[in-house]
């Protein structure tokens, strides 16, 4: 399990998680990006990310961007709500990028401020999680907060 403070939150990424993430590392030249949804629980100040959702084929994407479909995304987000008794949410947004340490673009940026101020959310903030070659960027949108970290991984 992997713990990343920000602001007042203990992030926890579950290992399975990770080796999910991984598996879509931009580490070849025509690799596309790929991402999808996090989910998991809040229990006070501690997030759980302990699902993330695959690309579909309905996604877009190109060497340096990704779109993902909505439809999809919602019928992941309703099962794992329903068959974990409502304790399963959607937590965020993640994909990758073709560079070593990631930096959010202006239209990632705007997506995930998009996607905090256009949806019925369970918890007061959403997350935002790119994962680059040799590290990563995890974000996390509040009402009037806005923290992001980079973080180099150790090879």
């Known amino acids: 399990m992997r713990l990343t403070k920000i602001g007042k939150y203990n992030i926890y990424f579950t290992k399975d998680v990770l080796i999910l993430i991984s598996k879509f590392i931009q580490s070849k030249q025509k690799q596309h990006e790929a991402g999808g949804i996090l989910l998991g629980q809040v229990k006070e100040n501690n997030i759980y990310i302990t699902r993330v959702s695959f690309p579909s084929n309905q996604d877009k994407s190109s060497r340096f961007s990704f779109s993902r479909n909505k439809d999809y995304a919602q019928a992941i987000i309703d099962f794992e709500f329903h068959n974990s008794n409502k304790r399963t949410i959607y937590l965020g947004e ?62």
Not at 102 to 108: A, L, Q, V
Not at 120 to 136: A, D, H, M, V
């Open 94 to 155: 993640w994909h990758t990028h073709p560079e070593e340490l990631p930096t959010p673009s202006t239209t990632d940026r705007k997506m995930i401020k998009d996607q905090f101020s256009k949806n019925k959310l369970n918890e007061p903030f959403l997350l935002q999680y790119i994962q680059g070659t040799k590290g990563f960027y995890l974000a996390l949108l509040e009402p009037k907060n806005f923290n992001e970290i980079q973080v180099k991984e150790d090879d």
